[in-house]
């Protein structure tokens, strides 16, 4: 009998519909006593969220809602906003994850891109003049951390590849470099010396163009809040989250591997291509499930994230890479 079966990443959009949200005490306190994930303590996400200071001062105000893309559905419910909003990994202002509050020190305007590297001509523009020239639109995507959580949220953004053909890169490019802004005065997390400030990740350019890939500009209908990586942050849903770099000011197109952040700190840990696969465990801890922000029970990892109908494709013929950490 043909059973014809929904991909994991499809859901009828009736279920995508956001759901109350309780807070898991219990799963906190097993997390911290599992020992430290990225790197240091969960212990601030106890003491509750930060303010969602809503962006009503940001001038791209005006584009949101957009129309979402119902190519991209979930199968599971859409994250509550307030969980999205205040469970948050944002190192520049503090290693916890209550940084909502202090990352309303953000300053997102005025704010410049630049283009530069291997570009043919390199530029520096304003936000709202990029935003001004690309198409938004909102994508339901999973979000998989590395620490085993979980989320689903409505995005904003415009694809990646519209971003690339924006940037003219030379063919010979062979990476992208993102690069978060740097100002310890502004973000106090980069006053600790210990780690390689400013934050930085890559793509390869087939990652970069691939149709999955997505510049994140707003959450839930609205700009991005600045906790979330206002004004331009990455999304490519079938890595952990750590590659989707927030607050980008700096994109290079190089030949080079470039060593991203967190890779600079473990690499034993966290590596250059960070696909998420469930049979390949963090050295500290399993990767096979994941806690569901808000629904209050594990469910099993899916290979890319779910998305291996997209993207399993840029990595055939690289077995030897280690793909999945
Ligand atoms: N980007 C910057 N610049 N700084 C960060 O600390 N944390 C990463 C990623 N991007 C991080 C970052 C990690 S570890 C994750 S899981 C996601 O952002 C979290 O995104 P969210 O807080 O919007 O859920």
């Known amino acids: 009998m043909l059973i014809r079966s929904r991909r994991s990443w499809e859901m009828a959009e009736r279920d995508a519909t956001p759901e109350p949200v309780y807070r898991d005490r219990r799963r906190l306190v097993q997390a911290m006593a599992a020992g430290p994930i990225l790197l240091p303590s969960l212990a ?5 969220g930060g303010p969602a200071r809503a962006a009503e001062d940001d001038p791209s105000a005006r584009m949101y809602p957009a129309m979402r893309n119902l190519r991209y559905r979930l199968d599971r419910p859409v994250t509550d906003e307030k969980q999205a909003t205040t469970y948050i990994n944002f190192y520049e202002f503090g290693s916890h994850k209550s940084v909502a509050g202090p990352a309303q020190a953000l300053k997102i305007r005025p704010w410049t891109v630049t283009f530069d590297g291997m570009v043919e001509k390199e530029k520096t523009v304003d936000i709202d003049d990029l935003l001004g020239a690309m198409k938004p ?35 010979g490019a062979k990476y992208v470099v993102m690069q978060t802004f740097k100002d310890p005065a502004m973000a106090p997390g980069q ?23 997505l510049m ?9 809040p600045r906790q979330n990586g206002a004004p331009l942050r990455l999304v490519v849903p079938w890595k952990y989250g750590f590659k989707s770099i927030k607050s980008i000011v700096r994109f290079t197109f190089t030949d080079k591997r470039p060593v991203s952040f967190w890779e600079k700190i473990q690499a034993a840990e966290y590596g250059f291509w960070a696909n998420v696969n469930p049979e390949v465990d963090h050295p500290r801890w399993s990767q096979a499930t994941e806690e569901v922000l808000g629904m209050g029970k594990r469910v099993p990892t899916l290979l890319y994230n779910g998305y291996a109908d997209q993207v399993a494709g840029l990595y055939k013929g690289m077995e030897g890479e280690k793909l999945f950490m």
């Open 191 to 213: 006053k600790q010396f210990w780690y390689p400030w400013p934050y930085v990740e890559g793509l390869t350019m087939a990652e970069a163009t691939n149709e999955l890939a």
């Open 44 to 48: 601030g996400a106890l003491l509750g």
């Open 216 to 224: 994140g500009t707003g959450l839930y209908g609205k700009p991005l």
């Open 137 to 171: 639109e909102e994508r339901l995507y999973r979000h998989r951390c590395v620490e085993a959580w979980s989320m689903a949220v409505p995005w904003t953004g415009f694809p990646m590849q519209d971003l690339v053909a924006y940037a003219r890169p030379l063919s």
